[in-house]
């Protein structure tokens, strides 16, 4: 709800209040005037007019601070824009490999990423081989390798 809803709302419970007050006053003076034997100097009286303003002061509290709520100014609410920059695909250098390092970043650009005994598979090497081709290219910024449980994972370098 926006503050001048609120403050409309908290105004109406205050008049609200404000004629309970004044009605259950009355009702309460002409019980007094009736049972009451000593009349106007009875005690019941003073408890009244004490009581009558001690809730019309709540009843104007609770009216202030609906106009104010009516009257104070709204937040401005503060956007910010998140700008998602598009990660380009760094071309790679293939002028510098030989043809199993070609093979194998073929392999990596048509998967995005594969763990390191498939990549071995699909080579057709061994795992000493396949580590020391990983450790080149590794080496030249190509490809990284992440540690998933007792396998890796290789990744080509964006």
Known sequence: MKNKNVGFLIVGISVFIFLIVLIFNTALQTIV?????????????????????????IAIFVLFIGL???FSKEEKEIIIKK???????????LSGLDSIE?????????????????LMEEL????????????KLEA????????RGMNN?????R
């Open 33 to 57: 005037g009736t049972t009451c034997s000593h009349g106007p100097t009875c005690s019941m009286f003073d408890t009244i007019t004490i009581q009558t303003w001690i809730s019309l002061t």
């Open 68 to 70: 104010f709520l009516i």
């Open 83 to 93: 700008v998602k920059e598009k990660s380009r695909k760094k071309k790679i250098n």
């Open 102 to 118: 070609r093979k194998a970043v073929s392999l990596l650009k048509a998967e995005d990423a594969m763990f390191q005994s498939s």
């Open 124 to 135: 057709g090497v061994g795992k000493v081989k396949m580590t020391r081709l990983l450790d």
């Open 140 to 147: 030249k910024q190509i490809v990284e390798r992440k540690r």
């Open 153 to 157: 994972i290789v990744v080509l370098k």
